[in-house]
């Protein structure tokens, strides 16, 4: 049985940081691992992807804030998320993708940043 677990998430004030970790389980040849995130009234949003040689992808957004990375040997993601704003409060979710390009997603966690 596949499964993302996601730790990290909480409130912080604006200008501060968090580290949100995504640990998978069940899973053989991970192509790639990131994040989405989902604002109230907006849809799903890709934030930052890493795949499995190491290349990233980040969202315009966060891209000079945010930094993606992987342990490989531990099938864990991690997002560290510097100078939030509060228009980075999202339900963040884990995402992983294996070699048959089968998407799986983490249950979410909450981040928000208080003005």
């Known amino acids: 049985q596949v499964q993302l677990v996601e730790s990290g998430g909480g409130l912080v004030q604006a200008g501060g940081s968090l580290r949100l970790s995504c640990a998978a389980s069940?899973?053989?040849?991970?192509?790639?691992m990131g994040w989405y995130r989902q604002a109230p009234g907006k849809q799903r949003e890709l934030v930052a992807m890493?795949?499995?040689?190491?290349?990233?992808n980040y969202a315009d957004s966060v891209q000079g804030r945010f930094t993606v990375s992987r342990d490989n040997a531990k099938n864990t993601v991690y997002l560290q998320m510097n100078s939030l704003k509060p228009e980075d409060i999202a339900v963040y979710y884990c995402?992983?993708?294996?070699?048959?390009?089968?998407?799986?997603w983490g249950q979410g966690t909450q981040v928000t940043v208080s003005s």
């Open positions: 995402y992983a993708e294996d070699r048959l390009r089968i998407a799986y």
């Open positions: 890493q795949n499995y040689g190491g290349s990233t």
């Open positions: 069940g899973l053989i040849s991970i192509r790639a």
